[in-house]
Nanobody, 120 residues
Framework: QVQLVESGGGLVQPGGCLRLSCVASGSIFSIYAMDWYRQAPGKQRELVATITTGSTTNYADSVKGRFTISRDNAKDIVYLQMNSLKPEDTAVYYC??????????????WGQGTQVTVSS
């Protein structure tokens, strides 16, 4: 069994910053790509940022230059540093990891989400 747990969400004013964390635990042999997604009310879940095992990153156009994804492979943690936040960044943020378990299977695991609200 593998669990991903996000933290770091909250209420922040426009222009502010937050850092989200996602810790993976359980029967993990290795983790491949790790992603952050978000879902705003009434909208589809969208990919925000991706980071590979080798730390190659990719971002949605809407967050380029403002968000930074990083990971600590030794601790199985992925971060999302969010700067210059805008009201349109308001959403539930989810992390996803492609995990090879100790049994050899490979599948995607999701966290439960953390709410980010950008409002004055």
């Amino acid at each position: 069994q593998v669990q991903l747990v996000e933290s770091g969400g909250g209420l922040v004013q426009p222009g502010g910053c937050l850092r989200l964390s996602c810790v993976a635990s359980g029967s993990i042999f290795s983790i491949y790509a790790m992603d952050w997604y978000r879902q705003a009310p009434g909208k589809q879940r969208e990919l925000v940022a991706t980071i590979t095992t080798g730390s190659t990153t990719n971002y949605a156009d809407s967050v380029k230059g403002r968000f930074t994804i990083s990971r600590d492979n030794a601790k199985d943690i992925v971060y999302l540093q969010m700067n210059s936040l805008k009201p349109e960044d308001t959403a539930v943020y989810y992390c996803k990891g492609r995990v090879r378990t100790t049994t050899g299977s490979v599948q995607d695991y999701w966290g439960q989400g953390t709410q980010v609200t950008v409002s004055s």
